[in-house]
């Protein structure tokens, strides 16, 4: 009996959409199935889209694409309780086409993708959560929906991190299992949070407050230093056209037992003296929150096997170290590789695991892989406890004192020093200069 499909992509985000424009324009009769209403409605990001992947597939996309804003420059830094300590990188050439990283909204840039997926000839359909992966043995052989089975020789998983369709599987053998079940769940510790805010605002008051003009954007992001000890989380402000993307994000193991959540989290970004002034006067649109891949960590244990392959989020492709964060751009990338994969797999009709090895291959030659695994030991830098506690204070610390004038007389270079020299005792050398270590061999 054939298959219905020569293959299926499930979940229509980045990664999804990317593979199934690719698998058309090869000729592949695609089904791509989305769990939302309609493309774009259940997915979420920050979002800054960096860098150029949808070339290969949509040499057009940067001219066609409702982006928002082109990003001139980005911002990082520390915050505490009433101070902010950061700096700005603007490249003037990143404000000539094409362009280095645009701000986007998920509703409208995935609607777009999935529309040009159709246009290619794949078979869009929306509403379908897929409840597993059909098996044949140990072989996949397309998906199970409301008891209804989709077959073709294979499948491309690329529903986000939180996927249904590999979690309680053998593709994620190594999550651990949930309390008083024997299903598996996604390890709090290689897992982040996410939460976002969109306000509308005036485009002539967004420009003027952040010093932009026509479609230029800049993108912020912060470590958050003034949440309960132990408490790992940074904040994000991006630009888009007549709103603002706020948002934060957070390490899901740190909130065990803090007597924090995530939406006093938030609520304590946007009150920061440096914060609130740039959305004042804003009105919530929408908000949303999603579950997310701490990179290289919180991979499955493979990226293919029999009858199938995993893009995007769904195999941790979410890439930070601690100043860059892309996710967007690593979802397309191994989407088409992974469809450029099957298109192979599918004119030597070989679907084993052997026969879709040359994904692992893609991987690498495309610098997916090695960039994960040249920063597999960053989470031991992003997420140390004292980035979140000890240094902002630190160094906010020592700024306040090194320029704040006082009655005694004016700032002095003195007074910073031993203000620093108090502060590294506080922290304990020891570990300082163990974490100095850290982070110049992973950065």
């Known amino acids: 009996m054939g298959d219905d499909f020569d293959a299926i992509v499930v ?20 089904l791509l199935l989305e769990r939302g209403a309609e493309p774009g409605t259940k997915n979420l990001s ?16 940067q001219e066609e694409m409702p982006l928002e804003r082109h990003i001139i420059s980005k911002r990082f830094g520390f915050l505490t309780r009433d101070k902010a300590l950061s700096f700005e990188y603007r490249d ?105 805010e969109v306000f ?5 008051v967004l420009e003027d407050r952040f010093g932009v003009d026509g479609l230029q954007g800049r993108a912020q992001e912060w470590v958050l230093g003034f949440l309960p000890p132990g408490v790992m989380g940074g904040g994000f402000l991006y630009t888009n056209r007549v709103t603002l993307s706020l948002g934060i994000i957070v390490q899901l193991g740190s909130l ?83 469809a450029e ?3 192979e797999a599918i004119k030597a009709k070989d679907f084993s695991a052997r026969g879709l090895a040359s994904y692992g291959e893609r991987l690498i030659r495309s610098n997916v892989l090695p960039d994960f695994q040249h920063f597999e030991g960053m989470d031991r830098v992003k997420w140390n406890s004292r980035i979140f506690s000890e240094y902002p204070e630190m160094m906010t610390g020592v700024f306040h004192d090194w320029m704040t004038a006082t009655p005694q007389g004016p700032p002095s270079l003195m007074k910073a020093g031993l203000s620093s020299a108090r502060a590294a005792m506080k922290v304990g050398w020891r570990p300082l200069l163990q974490d100095l270590v850290d982070a110049a061999r992973e950065v």
């Not at 509308?200 to 002539?204: A, E, V």
Request: glycine content about 12%.
């Open 200 to 204: 509308s605002i005036d485009p002539s």
């Open 341 to 343: 994969t099957a298109l």
């Open 11 to 30: 979940g229509a985000g980045f990664a999804g959409c990317a593979a199934a424009i690719r698998l058309a324009q090869g000729g592949a009769n695609t």
């Open 46 to 61: 920050g979002g800054i889209l960096w860098g150029h992947d949808l070339d290969p597939i949509l040499p057009k996309w």
């Open 256 to 338: 065990k037992g803090r007597g924090i959540a995530t939406h006093e989290i938030i609520e304590r970004f946007k009150l920061h003296p440096a914060i609130e002034p740039l959305i004042r006067g804003g009105e919530l649109l929408e908000y949303g929150a999603k579950l997310i891949p701490d990179g290289y960590s919180s991979r499955p244990d493979k990226f293919w096997g029999d009858g199938f392959m995993i893009a995007g989020d769904a195999a941790g492709f979410v890439f930070s170290n601690g100043i860059v964060i892309q996710g967007m751009s690593y979802a397309a990338r191994s989407g088409i590789l992974a």
């Open 92 to 196: 003037d050439s990143w404000d000539r086409p094409p362009y280095n990283a645009h701000s986007v909204l998920r509703s409208r840039t995935d609607a777009w993708l999935a529309k040009k997926a159709e246009e290619a000839g794949a078979t869009l359909v929306s509403a379908v959560p897929v409840d597993r992966l059909h098996l044949e043995g140990e072989k996949v052989r397309g998906v199970v929906q409301s008891g209804e089975v989709m077959t073709a020789p294979v499948t491309l998983v690329t529903d986000g991190y939180n996927t249904r369709t590999t979690i309680g599987t053998s593709i994620r053998k190594g999550d651990p299992p949930r309390a008083n079940s024997g299903q598996q769940r996604l390890p709090e510790d290689h897992s982040e949070v996410g939460v976002k």
